[in-house]
């Protein structure tokens, strides 16, 4: 079984373009989620996707941030324009529940630099 | 400000040692989960607890549950390289609202 699929794995832009994630998750799951992970630190929460609708946006910087899950399969996380500050790992990941509980299963990530 | 609080936030140790990771906060969790992470790679669950005061083995890692659902423990007898990793707790609540700690970075040296 093929597991949660992102990309690009890497991506370095100047500050104020945009840039776009891709992520494609664990067929039958559900639940899908974007994290952002600073350096040496753990995941922080951006958005979780029940199916198609976002069913919790509230760590989501909405004035530069946008995600989509369109039929309720893969997503897309924008950012514009970027700032010096967004360079992180983006990660996705999507879940099951499984013996009463959920199941995360990540992706590698997508390194952003911004410059 | 994190809601769960690891410590240590690095340990360095030899091939062999014993070693334990701390994970707290003051809030109760329904469940918590500890993930590994390799460097250029995603966290990958390595265990679930749910219960109060639940100790669960994986090998040599040892899992525990506080009994008030607020703090939990790992531990890993005799480590080897094979261990090293950015060690992540996870408290779950609203059954898959996940908040993750700040992580235990951990190098084994052979």
């Known amino acids: 079984e093929a597991g949660v699929v992102q990309s690009p794995r890497y991506k370095i832009i100047e500050k104020k373009q945009p840039v776009a994630f891709w992520c494609n998750p664990i067929s039958g799951h559900n639940t899908l989620y974007w994290y952002r992970q600073n350096l040496g630190q753990g995941p922080e929460l951006l958005i979780r996707?029940?199916?198609?609708?976002?069913?919790?946006d509230s760590q989501l910087p909405k004035d530069r941030f946008s995600a989509e899950r369109l039929k309720g399969v893969d997503s897309t996380l924008k950012i514009q324009p970027a700032e010096l500050g967004d360079s992180a790992v983006y990660l996705c990941?999507?879940?099951?529940?499984?013996?009463?509980?959920?199941?995360?299963?990540f992706g590698p990530g997508t390194r952003l630099t911004v410059t | 400000t994190q809601l769960l609080e690891q410590s240590p936030q690095f340990l360095s140790i030899q091939e062999g040692e014993n070693l334990t990771v701390y994970c707290n906060s003051s809030s109760v969790f329904s469940s918590l989960q500890w993930y590994r992470q390799e460097p250029g790679e995603g966290p990958v669950l390595l265990v679930t607890v749910v219960t109060g005061g639940e100790v669960k083995k994986l090998k040599r890692l040892t899992f525990q549950f506080g009994d008030a659902r607020k703090d939990s423990s790992l531990h890993i007898t005799a480590a080897q390289p094979g261990d090293t990793g950015l060690y992540l707790c996870a408290g779950v609540r609203n059954f898959n609202k996940f908040y993750f700690g700040s992580g235990t970075k951990l190098n084994v040296k052979p």
């Open positions: 996707y029940e199916n198609e609708e976002a069913v919790d």
């Open positions: 990941a999507s879940s099951l529940l499984a013996g009463g509980s959920y199941e995360q299963y």
